[in-house]
């Protein structure tokens, strides 16, 4: 997918500076480029923002590949894929470089990138992305990945080649501490969901919860999945169908699925507040059971979760 995502603005503004960005309004185009500047810091798993794109990423791609990866704190998958790629970032000791971005922070890199749903990795090199995926990958899969962008570059970016030349990360001298024992339980729900088996998930941590109805883990997945099997089955049009047929309960439910895997939360929330409002019965029922199951794919702290709770009291009350 070479060419696929202009970064030139980012690379043009790289000596600008500029306040704080707010999100732009849905449907409003390309959000301008991210300021950028500071300095690399060095590490291999950087946490990146507007304000250090340019060196962190732009910059540190002219010698190795620079894995973006785009995600956000209520995505469920994210929490999956994003630690297995810190641990090979750490095992390749700077032959590329893993950048993660909160899109939900940086809503100008996610437009930059074009971002339709998360987890989504790019990787940059030379200034330019050259390759993508989205959703959650096995880790064997990943180091197959990651293995043939390294074979493919390595002629050309010797900072790959410096970095193997270094040997594998230890720069305390021990060893690393044994990995705690996975759950079967879960790692089943896991294997059922890299292959794209919803069903199978949902029944697995259902299992979970049959067992351990208090399991916080296994509810917050259980509720992820669920939202992910709509979302994938979600008609692109939902939105456009559900502003013009306002009254259409099950449209913007839709709607809102659609919305949240776009990465407008608040969108999807002030959607659904709006139908509680201006229904009855039945439909106001079924509105407001699907905002509140919306709101389990987050943290009950969320500012967005808390902010529309408080909606919902009104329109309610």
């Known amino acids: 997918m070479a060419g696929a995502v202009d970064l030139s603005g980012l690379k043009a503004r790289a000596e600008q500076r500029s306040a704080p960005p707010t999100r732009p309004a849905a449907g409003n185009g390309a959000a301008p480029p991210p300021p950028a500047g500071g300095a690399p810091t060095g590490g291999v798993v950087v946490d990146v923002t507007e304000d250090t794109f340019q060196a962190e990423v732009i910059e540190r791609s002219m010698t190795v590949p620079v894995v973006v990866d785009l995600w956000a704190e209520w995505c469920q998958p994210c929490k999956q894929l994003s630690p297995t790629l810190e641990k090979l970032a750490k095992e390749g000791n700077g032959s590329w470089i893993l950048a993660k971005v909160d899109v939900d922070a940086n809503p100008r890199i996610a437009q930059m990138f074009q971002v339709q749903s998360i987890p989504t990795v790019h990787v940059v090199v030379a200034q330019?992305?050259?390759?993508?995926?989205?959703?959650?990958?096995?880790?064997?899969?990943?180091?197959?990945?990651?293995?043939?962008?390294?074979?493919?570059?390595?002629?050309?970016?010797?900072?790959?080649?410096?970095?193997?030349?270094?040997?594998?990360?230890?720069?305390?001298?021990?060893?690393?501490?044994?990995?705690?024992?996975?759950?079967?339980?879960?790692?089943?729900?896991?294997?059922?969901?890299?292959?794209?088996?919803?069903?199978?998930?949902?029944?697995?941590?259902?299992?979970?919860?049959?067992?351990?109805?208090?399991?916080?883990?296994?509810?917050?997945?259980?509720?992820?999945?669920?939202?992910?099997?709509?979302?994938?089955?979600?008609?692109?049009?939902?939105?456009?169908?559900?502003?013009?047929?306002?009254?259409?309960?099950?449209?913007?439910?839709?709607?809102?699925?659609?919305?949240?895997?776009?990465?407008?939360?608040?969108?999807?929330?002030?959607?659904?507040?709006?139908?509680?409002?201006?229904?009855f019965g039945e439909d106001r029922d079924a509105a407001r059971e699907h905002l509140v199951g919306l709101f389990e794919l987050f943290a009950p702290d969320d500012p967005r979760v808390t902010t529309a709770r408080r909606a919902l009291a009104r329109a309610l009350y």
């Open 128 to 279: 330019q992305p050259v390759t993508s995926f989205s959703g959650v990958q096995p880790e064997a899969e990943l180091r197959t990945w990651i293995a043939q962008i390294l074979d493919a570059l390595r002629d050309r970016m010797p900072g790959i080649a410096e970095a193997e030349a270094r040997g594998p990360a230890d720069p305390d001298g021990a060893a690393e501490p044994e990995p705690e024992p996975e759950d079967p339980r879960f790692t089943a729900a896991e294997d059922a969901l890299d292959r794209g088996d919803y069903d199978a998930a949902v029944a697995a941590y259902e299992q979970i919860l049959a067992v351990e109805p208090a399991n916080a883990e296994a509810q917050a997945a259980l509720a992820q999945v669920r939202f992910m099997a709509r979302a994938e089955a979600a008609d692109p049009s939902a939105v456009t169908a559900a502003d013009a047929a306002p009254d259409d309960v099950a449209a913007q439910k839709a709607a809102a699925d659609a919305e949240l895997a776009g990465g407008q939360v608040e969108a999807a929330f002030d959607r659904l507040v709006t139908t509680v409002q201006r229904t």
